[in-house]
């Protein structure tokens, strides 16, 4: 019923920028938070970035290098990603927490991923 669709990722050098798109569709009736997480080998999935109306709340490691933004007509997610650093590679998760209904809960919908890659 609901699709979080993630795209924008690749190779990038370091000191480069990539874009991340990330588009919910589907049966919403309302948007809440929508973010970014990532997920480095071996590691746990960590947040990068969220965004609830105009409040942004970013991880220490981007502040400065990366910028969220959405788009609420088009239910769209975005991740400009600046200055990028070989510790950056990761698989880029969006998250969106939604409602489908006026009387249903907020529940969290996850992308399948896109891999960002920065080679040093």
């Known amino acids: 019923q609901v699709q979080v669709v993630e795209s924008g990722g690749g190779l990038v050098q370091a000191g480069g920028s990539l874009r991340l798109s990330c588009a919910a569709s589907?049966?919403?009736?309302?948007?809440?938070?929508m973010g970014w997480y990532r997920q480095a080998p071996g590691k746990q999935r960590e947040l990068v970035a969220t965004i609830t109306g105009g409040v942004t709340n970013y991880a220490d490691s981007v502040k400065g290098r990366f910028t969220i933004s959405r788009d609420n007509a088009k239910n769209t997610v975005y991740l400009q990603m600046n200055s990028l650093r070989p510790e950056d590679t990761a698989v880029y998760y969006c998250?969106?927490?939604?409602?489908?209904?006026?009387?249903?809960?907020?529940?969290?919908?996850w992308g399948q991923g896109t891999q960002v890659t920065v080679s040093s």
């Open positions: 998250n969106v927490d939604l409602k489908t209904t006026a009387w249903a809960s907020y529940r969290d919908y």
């Open positions: 589907g049966h919403i009736f309302r948007l809440n938070t």
